[in-house]
């Protein structure tokens, strides 16, 4: 059975940082591309970052770069998202994701084959 257990979510200033951990278990970690989402209320899950299983390859939606950091543990079965210089608009819940198909760009939902049941980040103003 497949697990992924997000944590490190909860309530911070805007300009503050937070650090998500996914631990993944039941899967062949090292050979997934890893990646996070994230939903705002009202709006749909949209892509926020991935990397690939092998190579560090990252690849990032143009309204983070140069604020998060994706990076994972393949040895502890652990994704991060590091997130600096956190702004209102990221409040949203933040959804871990494995998706064992070819690493290029941005995924879609429906190419990710398991979900973490997600952990809410809210940045106040």
């Known amino acids: 059975q497949v697990q992924l257990v997000e944590s490190g979510g909860g309530l911070v200033q805007a300009g503050g940082s937070l650090r998500l951990s996914c631990a993944a278990s039941?899967?062949?970690?090292?050979?997934?591309?890893m990646g996070w989402f994230r939903r705002a209320p009202g709006k749909e899950r949209e892509f926020v970052a991935a990397i690939r299983a092998i190579g560090g390859i990252t690849y990032y939606a143009d309204f983070v770069k140069g604020r998060f950091t994706i990076s994972r543990d393949n040895a502890k079965n652990t994704v991060y998202l590091q997130m600096n210089s956190l702004k209102p608009e990221d409040t949203a819940v933040y959804y871990c994701?494995?998706?064992?198909?070819?690493?290029?760009?941005?995924?879609?939902?429906?190419?990710?084959?398991?979900w973490g049941q997600g952990t809410q980040v809210t940045v106040s103003s």
């Open positions: 039941g899967l062949p970690f090292s050979r997934y591309n």
């Open positions: 994701a494995a998706d064992n198909s070819a690493f290029g760009g941005s995924w879609s939902v429906g190419r990710v084959d398991y």
